[in-house]
Every structure is written in structure tokens, then in C-alpha cells.
């Protein structure tokens, strides 16, 4: 098992790093995944999000159900979430075969970050967790791109949020299939839980669809958890008798190859011209005065063509 755990390990750096081998290892694993649900979790910064996560994978590591989580930092080099797998890890001293933790920062891979997260999920699938967590700050379209990718999204937010629920976000309020009004311990909740509420029933809504509930919850003590996973239960449910959860899918897929097949061609491209392409063509821009759109023009030609033979 602990050979297992290192291979899982070594494959998502892979992936993490946009290691061309990662792409076969993923086609491979394909076959292996589908079972896990996803669940992205998102909201404003500290809200507590990670809190959240780290009382939902003990309630469900009690129930016996394996939990993947990948927590995605867009704003950030440093991995916040690396707290998170040291707290769950603290609870016992072997490796718990059931949980495995992943944070992911940008590391300069801001456009691929939304496709690696999602790829780390398949990874967790394909090794077998029956649910897959992904945490992410919600302010802008890398955490939309990352939520896209699972199955339910949680929005987690904060009494102190209530003001600014319009002005906050409107796409927060556009995004969640449950809702999370985390801190309910603190002064004012019940009037944020109102506003909040008042603000969903305001979404669009057609005959049968799902209508978000809120949950309130207390993180920090683990209260509301059960209810939590509840409201999850029934969307997922609902999502597999009204077949939202095959539109959902499809989205999903055509988004996977469209970035699968984008990656491969701009990995073929450079590959093709060669390492020092790029410097050769700076070199007749600056030297010879030529120009660098005709330049490019050319390196895409010359791929096009050779690519035919
Ligand atoms: N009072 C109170 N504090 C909480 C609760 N849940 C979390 N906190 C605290 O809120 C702070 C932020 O929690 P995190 O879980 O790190 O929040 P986060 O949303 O993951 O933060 P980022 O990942 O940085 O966006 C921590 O100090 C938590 O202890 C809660 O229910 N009540
Ligand atoms: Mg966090």
C-alpha cells in the first residue's frame, strides 16, 4: 500500500508539472475512474473552507468512505492547505490508506491549474476514493473553472458576507448547488441566513429544478456536518433521477478534451521547431529586422506542413 501511495504521489507531480508522461499515465487510468463523486467547495478567503473540509473528511473516514482532497490556490505560491494534510495526518501515525491530501498552488501554471485539479481528482478516482473534495478561494474564473469540474459545488460563506452578498460575487450566488453559511456561531447569523436565503430565491428557477438549500455550520466545533452531507445526499440524488447529473458530465468531458488536445498540439509545436527555435526567431527580429508575427506565422506553417507528411 505504501508503494501505492508513493506511485499516486510521483503521478500527480506529474500531472502537477505538465509532464508529457503524465498524459499516457492519465489515458491509462481513465478505464479505472467514474466512481468517485466530486465535490468542489468554494467561497471567499477564510471563510473556512479548509476547517470545513478537514471536519467533513473525519466524519466520512467514520463512516468508512475514502476522501481525496485537492485544495487550489491561484493567489497564492505558498500552500496554505499544506496545514490542512499535517492536521489530518496528526490523528494517527500510519498513513490512513483512505485519505490522501493535495494542495496545488500556481506555480506559474495559472492556465493549466483548473485542468490539473481536475486531473488530480481522476487520479484520486482511478485510486479508488469514493469522494473527491476540491477547495478553492472564490474570486475569480480559475475557481469558477475548478468547481466546473465537480459534480456538486459548496458555497461556503460567512455572516460577514452578508452585505455584500450582491455586491459579492454574483457569480458565487449563481454557482452553488448547496449552500454553507459557515461561523454560525457568530453575532448576526440568522439575519445573514435570511438574506442569503432571500438572495437564492431570487435565482432563476424552473418547474422541478433544484432549488440550493442553506446549511448552517460551525466548522471549528463540527457542527452541521451531518446536515452538510445530507443536503449533498439529496442533490446528488436528485441530480441522478432529473439526469442533471449526465448534462453536467458532458460539460465536463468536452472541457477535458478540448484542454487535452490543446496541450498536446503545443507540446507537438515546440517539439517540432525545436529548442532553439524561439531563440533563433528573437535573433532575426532583433539582427536581420524582421518581423515577429510573420516569424510565428511561419513556425506555424512549417509545423502544419511538416505535420502532414
Ligand atoms: N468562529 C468560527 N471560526 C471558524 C469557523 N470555521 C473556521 N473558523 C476559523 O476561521 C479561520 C479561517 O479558516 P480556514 O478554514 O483556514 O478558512 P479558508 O476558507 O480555508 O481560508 P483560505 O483557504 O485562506 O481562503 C480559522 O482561524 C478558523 O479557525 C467557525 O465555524 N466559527
Ligand atoms: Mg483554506
Known sequence: HSGDRRS?????SMVENADPRAESCLAELYGRTGRAFRIGITGPPGAGKSTLID?????????DQSVGVVAVDPTSPFTGGALLGDRVRVSSREPDPGFFFRSMATRGNIGGLAAAASEVSDVFDAYGMDLVLLETVGVGQIELDVVASAECTVVVLVPESGDDVQAMKAGLMEI???YVLNKSDRDGSGLAAREIRAA???RQ??????SPPLVQTVASERKGIDELL????SFRKHQEETGGAQIRKRNVLRERIRVAAERTLRRRLWEH???DALDEA????????RNPYELAAELARRFIDGGKS
Open 55 to 63: 471536519a467533513l473528511v473525519r466524519e466520512l473516514r467514520s463512516q
Open 230 to 233: 445530507d443536503a449533498v445526499g
Open 273 to 275: 521547431a525545436g529548442s
Open 176 to 178: 452553488g448547488d448547496v
Open 200 to 202: 437564492l430565491s431570487l
Open 205 to 210: 428557477s424552473v418547474e422541478g429544478s433544484w
Open 8 to 12: 499516486l504521489a510521483r503521478l500527480i
Open 282 to 289: 528573437v535573433a532575426a527580429v532583433m539582427d536581420d529586422n
